[in-house]
């Protein structure tokens, strides 16, 4: 359970860096630009997903640890210092995740663009699309992956038609 956890908080931070690509290096994002990437982010609540797992991962973390334990009361101390380290290291990998995605929205979207976007994502559509995403993506996902597997069974079939195996006692 535990892995399954810390799979899918950084499957999140992985998401994002793929879903932006590589960053390139091109010239400095001026600090204005920057600062409109960032709200546009923040507005389009981008980073809050990872916010969001922090305490489901956490209270794995935890989970996990008493049960593994032995030491009683010195569990309180180690468990403040997983918490710590956690937080910090969502920290680092949101900043590198920010820097390597700020130029990617600079290099697709205008000043204009960014501030439209802001907008919508603070309007009350943008709002709500933004509260409903998560619950709409989960009823979303089984149906997708289902219809892969359909798709994939499909053209297993096909290609099995069209390449029969070799008959028995032949080798290729």
Avoid: C, W, Y
């Amino acid at each position: 359970m535990i892995q399954m956890l810390v799979r899918q908080v950084a499957a999140a931070v992985v998401a994002l860096v793929l879903v932006a690509g590589p960053a390139k290096a091109a010239d400095p994002i001026p600090p204005e630009r920057q600062k409109l990437i960032v709200e546009m982010v923040e507005a389009a609540g981008m980073m809050r997903m990872i916010d969001n797992m922090l305490p489901a991962v956490m209270a794995e973390f935890e989970r996990a640890f008493r049960a593994k334990s032995h030491k009683g009361q010195n569990d309180e101390d180690a468990i403040a210092s997983i918490r710590k380290f956690v937080q910090e290291e969502i920290s680092i990998v949101m900043r590198e995740t920010m820097a390597n995605i700020t130029p990617l929205f600079a290099e697709f979207f205008s000043d204009d663009d960014l501030r439209q976007l802001i907008q919508f994502h603070k309007s009350p559509i943008g709002q709500k699309s933004q509260a409903v995403m998560p619950q709409l993506f989960a009823k979303m996902i089984p149906i997708i992956q289902r219809m892969q597997g359909n798709l994939v069974e499909r053209v297993r079939r096909r290609v099995e038609l069209l390449a029969p195996p070799p008959a028995k006692g032949k080798q290729g």
